[in-house]
């Protein structure tokens, strides 16, 4: 399901996010992985929210990474903010 105006979207499944998600709000029993886009340094921001109990696993581009990590994840309740801030490279806040 997807909010076009808002860039929401729900997701219970893997997916990859694109340029029109600004918050993905992760809802499933079952743990499943969001990769991001390729970072450019664009300055694109992605709020990412866990609402259910399955993990949720983040995963970069390739060899991009977030924070110097290869993944984040998100446990019930747990929700970041990321930031393509140069080329390879997300930062978490």
């Known amino acids: ?3 076009k105006n808002l860039g929401i979207r729900i997701v219970s499944n893997n997916t990859i996010v694109n340029e029109n998600d600004v918050l993905i709000v992760c809802n499933s029993t079952v743990a499943f992985t969001i990769k991001l886009i390729k970072a450019s340094g664009s300055s694109q921001v992605f709020f990412i929210k866990n609402i259910n109990t ?3 696993t ?3 581009d390739c060899s991009d990474y977030v924070d110097y990590s290869t993944s984040v994840t ?3 309740w747990d929700c970041v903010c990321l930031v393509d801030y140069t080329n390879g490279k997300w930062v978490k806040l």
Do not use: D
């Open 1 to 3: 399901m997807k909010n």
């Open 54 to 56: 399955g993990a949720i």
């Open 58 to 60: 983040i995963t970069p």
């Open 74 to 76: 998100l446990n019930q």
